[in-house]
């Protein structure tokens, strides 16, 4: 992953964030104008998976965050950046998937994301 997206809040492009892969990282750089004062998150999302990147600072007039995740946790796949007030951020529950047990969650599932959590899988609902 390299190269210079635009980051976007409730549709609208709010600044840029730039991706560089050094080592066993992937490293980001973005930058935000936001005119309120609420607190943000960074979102990273790819392959309908969302990484949380952080919370940007203010510095001149702008948000901006740094950041690194392992490259190797990253999906292959075109990347989008969104900025998502705090509070506003979907809440979920890790629920785990055993064999041979029932599952509650069935009515749910068609909107949970498949995640592996210290080694077990199970869905967020």
Request: charged letters at 25%.
């Amino acid at each position: 992953m390299r190269g210079i997206w635009d980051v976007y809040l409730n549709g609208e492009t709010v600044g840029t964030c730039s991706a560089k892969v050094d080592g066993l990282y992937t490293f980001f750089n973005c930058s935000c104008k936001v005119t309120d004062s609420r607190i943000y998150r960074l979102y990273l999302c790819v392959e309908n998976r969302e990484f949380r990147l952080g919370i940007p600072l203010p510095m001149d007039k702008e948000l901006v965050l740094t950041a690194r995740l392992p490259s190797s946790a990253l999906p292959d796949g075109l990347p989008g950046f969104k900025l998502v007030p705090m509070g506003d951020e979907k809440k979920s529950n890790f629920v785990l998937i055993e064999a041979g047990k029932s599952f509650p969650y069935l009515d749910k599932i068609e909107n949970s994301v498949l995640v592996c959590k210290n080694g077990q899988i199970g869905i967020c609902v």
